[in-house]
C-alpha cells in the first residue's frame, strides 16, 4: 500500500470515472468497491446498495473514488501531472481525456475531462528543460510552452536549442 492515495470525490457517477480512466491508461485495473450499508446511506443519503467507493489503479498509482453527492466539486486547483516520453503518448492521451471535457479553456499541456478532473499532459523531458541552468533556455521553453494548449515535443525542444 502507497503512503499517499488520492481520493477524488465525485457525486454519483464514481462508478463510470473509474471505467473511463482504467480504460485511457495502461496497466490500469479496478481493486476494489464499496458499497452504502445501511449506516452510511442514512448518514449521507445516498441510497442503500449503491456504490460508496472504488479503489483503483493506473498505471500502478493508487486512487480511490467516492460517491459523496453534490457538495463538493472538482478544481483545477488539483490536477494531475502525466509524463509522456513520446509525442504519440501526448496525442493519445489528450484526445481521450479531453473527449467530452474542456480543452478549449485550457494552456500548458491542461485539460479537463468529461468528469470535471484536471490533467496537465506533459512531455517527460519537459522538467529537466526548464529546470536548466541557462536562463534564456527556459524562458525560451517558457515562452514556447504559453502558446500551446496541447504540448508539442518536437516545438518545444527547438525552443530550448534556440539562442
Known amino acids: ?47 442503500e ?11 500502478g498509482q493508487e486512487f480511490l473514488a467516492l460517491n459523496g453527492g453534490p457538495v463538493f466539486t472538482f478544481s483545477p486547483a488539483i490536477s494531475f501531472m502525466v509524463n509522456c516520453r513520446t509525442q504519440k503518448e ?26 470535471g478532473v484536471s490533467w496537465q ?5 519537459m522538467g529537466e528543460m526548464i529546470q536548466d541552468s541557462d536562463p534564456r533556455k527556459v ?3 517558457m515562452k514556447a510552452m504559453l502558446q500551446m494548449k496541447k504540448l508539442d515535443i518536437k516545438k518545444l525542444k527547438q525552443a530550448y536549442k534556440q539562442k
Open 49 to 59: 446498495g449503491s456504490v460508496l467507493t472504488i479503489s483503483f489503479q493506473l498505471a
Open 139 to 141: 524562458e525560451n521553453v
Open 121 to 125: 499532459i506533459v512531455p517527460a523531458v
Open 90 to 115: 501526448i496525442d493519445r492521451l489528450w484526445q481521450k481525456l479531453s473527449a467530452g471535457g474542456d480543452k478549449q479553456a485550457q494552456a500548458c499541456g491542461w485539460l479537463k475531462d468529461k468528469f
Open 1 to 47: 500500500m502507497q503512503k499517499f492515495m488520492p481520493c477524488l470525490w465525485f457525486d454519483d457517477n464514481a462508478e463510470a470515472a473509474v471505467k473511463f480512466y482504467t480504460s485511457v491508461f495502461r496497466g490500469s485495473k479496478i481493486t476494489g468497491i464499496t458499497y452504502y450499508g445501511k449506516a452510511a446511506s442514512k448518514a449521507a443519503g445516498r441510497p
